[in-house]
């Protein structure tokens, strides 16, 4: 299994980024993709995740409105459009995968299985 983030940089307060994530080794049927990120000092937390087979979507209460996860079936691929970017949501994102997950598991870390490498992004003028 691979998950290959990318997408981060550098954006000012009120910006917009995208980061994507391309899926391998997976067996796409019943998978969900997600993000993760890490501030800082903080723990790892939840940020969006679409499964596949449904293209059901999972958000994060504090990035709700402002950030849109979606799939590409034919790249598999997923991204993230980030889109009115606030400092605090500057972090190392990053992408994840499970099976059997549900909207009441999708925020526990420990539910998903396979992770990728981090992207940074950092909001910051």
């Known amino acids: 299994v691979q998950l290959q983030a990318s997408g981060g940089g550098l954006v000012q307060p009120g910006g917009s980024l995208r980061l994507s994530c391309a899926a391998s080794?997976?067996?796409?049927?019943?998978?969900?993709i997600g993000w993760f990120r890490q501030a800082p000092g903080k723990e790892r937390e939840f940020v969006a995740g679409?499964?596949?087979?449904?293209?059901?979507?999972y958000y994060a209460n504090s990035v709700k409105g402002r950030f849109t996860i979606s799939k590409d079936v034919a790249a598999r691929t997923v991204f993230l459009q980030m889109s009115s970017l606030k400092p605090e949501d500057t972090a190392v994102y990053y992408c994840?995968?499970?099976?059997?997950?549900?909207?009441?598991?999708?925020?526990?870390?420990?539910?998903?299985?396979?992770w990728g490498q981090g992207t940074l992004v950092t909001v910051s003028s």
């Open positions: 679409i499964r596949w087979s449904s293209g059901n979507r």
């Open positions: 994840t995968a499970a099976f059997g997950l549900i909207a009441s598991t999708v925020t526990d870390r420990d539910r998903w299985s396979f």
């Open positions: 080794g997976l067996t796409f049927n019943s998978i969900t």
